[in-house]
């Protein structure tokens, strides 16, 4: 059964500190893997996508890599800012039925970063 | 472009009431999911479905039943409320196309008593 691991659990760092955060599976065979940002009482949003074919994705100041051989994810954040405090999930499309959409979450790293 | 959207926001129900989740898309996207989100367990597939009149059983089906009647809908039923349902939910699609993302809603939270 797959199961994704985030680590560490909680992050405070000061503003502008480039900081990564963790993510490993259990299963190599996977669709794809997603990094999505959760903000208190709110929805999901996605950031990055990367494809099991891909090695990275970037978007602005992130950079998303995966190592399928390994089961390893980072999601790197450069010079953080305090709008980036937020819970960041990372989540593997393992496909239940064979659906791409459908994902395995870990529980996530709460970020902080203070002014 | 109103995304995806859930109502209600909260819910609180009395053990063995029945209710509904409504989960409404503007996009066309032909997947349409159910997850929820519990503490300390991260989010888990509830049902899904890819496509009108099609669904299918995710991690934890039971005590939820789903249709798909519209590409738009995709409401969820809890047929006999429990407190171990107590949870947030959070609806999601996407078009179904490699490389598309999920969109989700911002979730119904849940109280059961």
């Known amino acids: 059964k797959q199961e994704v691991t985030q680590i560490p659990a909680a992050l405070s760092v000061p503003e502008g500190e480039n900081l990564v955060l963790n993510c490993s599976f259990t299963?190599?065979?996977?669709?794809?893997l997603q990094w999505f940002r959760q903000d208190p009482g709110k929805g999901l949003t996605s950031l990055l996508l990367?494809?099991?074919?891909?090695r990275e994705q970037t978007s602005g100041r992130l950079n998303a890599s995966l190592d399928k051989s390994s089961g390893r994810s980072t999601l790197y954040i450069a010079a953080s800012q305090p709008g980036d405090s937020a819970t960041y999930l990372c989540?593997?499309?393992?496909?239940?039925?064979?659906?791409?959409?459908?994902?395995?979450f870990g529980k996530g790293t709460k970020l902080s970063v203070k002014p | 472009n109103a995304g995806v959207t859930q109502t209600p926001k909260f819910q609180v129900l009395k053990t063995g009431q029945s209710m509904t989740l409504q989960c409404a898309q503007d996009?066309?996207?032909?997947?349409m999911s159910w997850y929820r989100q519990d503490p300390g367990m991260g989010l888990r597939l509830i049902h899904y479905s890819v496509g009108a009149g099609i669904t299918d059983q995710g991690e934890v089906p039971n005590g939820y039943n789903v249709s798909r009647s519209t590409t738009e809908d995709f409401p969820l039923r809890l047929l006999s409320a429990a407190p171990s349902q107590t949870s947030v939910y959070f609806c999601a699609s996407n078009p179904g196309l490699i490389g598309s993302p999920l969109h989700f809603g911002n979730g119904t939270r849940l109280t059961v008593t």
């Open positions: 996009m066309n996207h032909e997947y």
């Open positions: 990367i494809q099991s074919s891909q």
């Open positions: 989540a593997v499309g393992r496909g239940y039925g064979g659906s791409q959409g459908n994902l395995i």
């Open positions: 299963d190599s065979a996977i669709y794809n």
